[in-house]
């Protein structure tokens, strides 16, 4: 027959067993603020590389678009004089941009008419809902 008053020596009791479970819920929560601290730190790290090589693509980009005008040049060099195929070449490019220009003027025109529009459907909905709830009351 087994006494209840008495406790085996392998079993915890309840205060110790709260303290244990208390001690081990800090160490677990302070273990995973200290990794999402590293995976952040790792995270960081490599978008700061992606970020520096994607600029190092833009940079070599550039000076490829740069050849290839150059190497225009010289083609158009071949049939005109070298400072006409500069000249034909330079208001090629001008053109090109402002096309570009345009076209991205346009865009940003149209940027504050949807910007608007979400704002009055923003507004419509807030106001849809102040009207369901005095309606509630």
């Known amino acids: ?8 020596a392998d079993q915890a009791s309840i205060p110790e067993l709260m303290n ?6 800090s160490r677990l929560v302070r273990d995973e ?11 960081a790290k490599r978008t700061g590389i992606g970020a520096g090589l994607f600029s190092t693509a833009g940079l070599l980009a550039y000076a490829g678009l740069l050849a ?4 225009a040049i010289a083609a158009l060099a071949l049939v005109l004089p070298l400072w006409a195929a500069a000249v034909i070449v330079a208001a090629v490019l001008f053109v090109a941009a402002g096309i ?3 076209v ?3 865009q940003v025109q149209q940027a504050p008419a949807a910007a608007q529009d979400v704002v009055a459907n923003v507004s ?4 849809v809902v102040k009207e369901a709830r005095h309606a509630r009351t």
């Open 104 to 106: 991205g003027k346009k």
């Open 124 to 127: 419509e909905d807030v106001h």
């Open 20 to 25: 244990q479970l208390t001690t081990q819920t």
């Open 1 to 8: 027959m087994t006494n209840l008053g008495t406790q085996p």
């Open 100 to 102: 570009a220009a345009l």
């Open 68 to 71: 290839v005008v150059t190497a």
């Open 33 to 43: 603020i200290r990794l999402a601290q590293k995976e952040f730190q790792t995270a």
